[in-house]
Every structure is written in C-alpha cells, then in structure tokens.
C-alpha cells in the first residue's frame, strides 16, 4: 500500500557525513510518524530517529543523539537523516519505516507498518 524507497548510502571515513532519503508513494504518510532503524550483521534491528507527522516532535537513539537529525518534507512526502561525525559503529543498512499510529513515537520495530529495502552505510576508520 506503501512504497518507502531509501537512497544516499555509501562509503565514508569516520568523521564524514551522509545524507538519506527516503521517499514514499503515497501521501498517507503526511499524517504517519515516520522512523529510521539500523541493522548491523547478525545483529537485531535497532531504533536511530524517528519524528511524528507534523516534524514537531522528534526522538534520537542514545548512540546517534546529537550526531543525526530527522527531518520531513511532507509536501515532498520525503523523510531525511543527516547523519554527521559518522563512527565505524555505525555501519549497517539503514532502513525507513513508516506507522500509521498517531500517538507515542515508537522505537521498537514491531509499531510500524512499511519497511524500504534498506541502504547500505559503511564507515571505516
């Protein structure tokens, strides 16, 4: 029903900055909190930002406060993680998401109802 698409992954030194994007076919997301989540091999899923629909609210992981900063677009329907200082930590494949609920913003993976396919970050020091 939704169709989130991520673009802007790639390969930095530590210290570098990146920019994702994450780009949705449907403008149902206007009114959707909208998340960023990290998978490291073999490891869980885990929360990075997340912000509710009107971008008035916002929450950060502990590892990335300070670091990152989610933003959106929602005339754009586009969702944005400017990800600064980048560490070798956070290397993995980042993924939008979207849930359809308007109250807390959720952190845990199971509160959201659209998934991109993910773009790769690799951070060498």
């Known amino acids: 029903q939704v169709l989130l698409v991520e673009s802007g992954g790639g390969s930095v030194q530590a210290g570098g900055s990146l920019r994702l994007s994450c780009a949705a076919s449907a403008r149902t997301v206007t009114s959707y909190t909208m998340g960023w989540f990290l998978q490291a091999p073999g490891k869980n899923r885990e929360f990075v930002a997340a912000?509710?629909?009107?971008?008035?609210?916002?929450r950060y992981g502990d590892s990335v406060k300070g670091r990152f900063t989610i933003s959106r677009d929602n005339a754009k329907t586009t969702v944005y993680l400017q990800m600064n200082s980048l560490k070798p930590e956070d290397t993995a494949v980042y993924y939008c998401?979207?849930?359809?609920?308007?109250?807390?913003?959720?952190?845990?993976?199971?509160?959201?109802?659209?998934w991109g396919q993910g773009t790769q970050v690799s951070v060498s020091s």
């Open positions: 912000i509710n629909w009107s971008g008035g609210v916002t």
């Open positions: 998401a979207a849930a359809a609920s308007r109250g807390w913003i959720a952190t845990v993976t199971t509160a959201y109802d659209y």
